[in-house]
C-alpha cells in the first residue's frame, strides 16, 4: 500500500476513534488545539409575500414568463430570518442568491450550535435539524402525545434549541472541508416546507476553516442551492389554476430571477446542492460550461437528487462567461427551473 493511502487509512481511523470532546478530530494536525465554541444564532419565523419572480421578466429567455406558470407570481408563504441579537430588531446580512432559504447556521466539528427562535406567525412552528446530535427537547418535531420542549414552538413564543455538531456531523479527513445538512419545521413538516420554512446547516472541519465564521479556507465562494417545486394549490384553488400554482424553483425563484451567482475566474466555487418535495421532486441540476467533483469523488456536470438529497460540488471557475444552470427533467425546464450563473475575467 501506498504511504499516501496509508495516511489517509490512518487519518480516517483515528477521525472514527475520537470522541466528541476531542472538537476537531483531525489525528495529529493543528485542528486538535481547536477549542470547540458555542456558536449562537437569532432566527425568526416571519410570514412575507413572496413573489416567485420579483423581476417579472425572464432575463435568460428574453421574455415575460409564459402561461400558465407567470399567471400568478406572489403568495402568501413564510420563512425563517437571521438577526443579529436576541432584541430581534436587525437582520442579519445575507446574500441575495439565498432567496427564501432562511440564514446558514454554521460550525465546526465539536461545536454547539444554540438557535433562539421565535415564532411571529399565526401558527405553531419548531426547527428540526439534520445531521447534528440532540436530545428530545432540542429535536423540534411533534409527536403524540407531544414531547414538550421546542416540539411545536406557539405562535408567539420563544425557543431555544441546542445541538451539537458531533463527529458524525462533519467531514473525514478524507473528504472536502464542509457537510451540509438541511433544517425546517416540522410541526407538520409537510405543509411548512411548502409553506418556505427551510435552511442549511453547514458544518466545517476546523483543520480546513476559519475558527471564528466557521467558513472553509480552501475556497473562495460558496453558494447553497435548493430545488423544490413549491405547491401552492389550495383545496379551493380551481383546476385550471392547478398547474400555474406549481411553482419549480431554485431557492424559491424561477425563470432566471435568482440573483447574485457571481464568481471571478479562477475562483474554488463550493456548491451546495439539496432538495425537499414531493414524488415530483426528482431534479437533475445542470452547470452549462464547468465540471464539477461531486462530494471529493468523481466530476459531473450533472447531479442527481431526490428530495431530502444533501450534496456538495467544487469547481474551479476557469470558463469566463454568463452560462446557464438548471433542472434537466423536461417539464421543469419548460417551468422555468432555470438561471444564469456569471464566471468574470476579473483576477481572483
Known amino acids: 500500500m501506498s504511504l499516501h493511502w496509508m495516511a489517509i487509512g490512518r487519518g480516517v481511523a483515528c477521525a472514527l476513534s475520537l470522541g466528541v470532546s476531542a472538537g476537531a478530530l483531525a489525528c495529529g494536525r493543528t485542528g486538535l488545539s481547536y477549542r470547540p465554541r458555542t456558536r449562537t444564532y437569532y432566527v425568526r419565523a416571519e410570514p412575507v409575500l413572496w413573489n416567485y419572480m420579483p423581476a417579472a421578466y425572464d432575463s435568460v429567455m428574453g421574455q415575460r414568463p409564459p402561461a400558465p406558470w407567470g399567471d400568478s407570481l406572489v403568495y402568501r408563504k413564510l420563512r425563517y430570518i437571521g438577526y443579529t441579537d436576541s432584541t430581534f430588531s436587525t437582520r442579519?446580512?445575507?446574500?441575495?442568491?439565498?432567496?427564501?432559504?432562511?440564514?446558514?447556521?454554521?460550525?465546526?466539528?465539536?461545536?454547539?450550535?444554540?438557535?433562539?427562535?421565535?415564532n411571529v406567525t399565526t401558527q405553531p412552528l419548531s426547527m428540526h435539524p439534520h445531521g447534528v446530535r440532540y436530545d428530545a427537547q432540542n429535536e423540534g418535531a411533534l409527536y403524540n402525545p407531544p414531547r414538550g420542549?421546542?416540539?411545536?414552538?406557539?405562535?408567539?413564543?420563544?425557543?431555544?434549541?441546542?445541538?451539537?455538531?458531533?463527529?458524525?456531523?462533519?467531514p473525514l479527513p478524507s473528504e472536502p472541508s464542509t457537510r451540509v445538512w438541511l433544517y425546517h419545521s416540522h410541526v407538520h413538516p409537510e405543509q411548512e416546507i411548502e409553506q418556505g420554512l427551510v435552511g442549511v446547516i453547514l458544518v466545517a472541519d476546523p483543520t480546513r476553516a476559519d475558527p471564528v465564521t466557521a467558513q472553509p479556507t480552501d475556497v473562495d465562494r460558496e453558494f447553497v442551492t435548493f430545488w423544490m417545486v413549491f405547491n401552492e394549490n389550495r383545496p379551493t384553488s380551481p383546476p385550471r389554476d392547478e398547474e400555474g400554482n406549481l411553482k419549480h424553483a431554485i431557492n424559491g425563484l424561477f425563470f432566471g430571477n435568482l440573483p447574485g451567482l457571481v464568481m471571478n475566474k479562477g475562483d474554488r466555487v463550493r456548491w451546495y446542492v439539496t432538495a425537499l418535495g414531493s414524488e415530483v421532486d426528482l431534479h437533475t441540476p445542470h452547470w452549462h460550461g464547468a465540471r464539477l467533483l461531486l462530494d471529493g469523488k468523481s466530476y459531473v456536470d450533472v447531479i442527481e437528487l431526490l428530495p431530502g438529497s444533501m450534496k456538495l460540488a467544487d469547481m474551479v471557475a476557469r470558463n469566463p462567461g454568463v452560462w446557464m444552470l438548471h433542472c434537466h427533467v423536461n417539464d421543469h425546464m419548460a417551468a422555468g427551473m432555470y438561471t444564469t450563473y456569471t464566471i468574470t475575467d476579473a483576477p481572483r
Not at 447556521?105 to 444554540?114: F, K, Q
Request: aromatic residues 10%; proline residues 8%; contains cysteine.
Open 92 to 118: 442579519s446580512p445575507a446574500p441575495p442568491w439565498l432567496g427564501i432559504l432562511g440564514p446558514i447556521l454554521r460550525a465546526c466539528t465539536g461545536d454547539t450550535i444554540r438557535v433562539v427562535f421565535r
Open 149 to 170: 420542549g421546542g416540539d411545536s414552538v406557539t405562535a408567539g413564543g420563544t425557543y431555544t434549541y441546542n445541538w451539537l455538531a458531533g463527529r458524525e456531523s462533519g
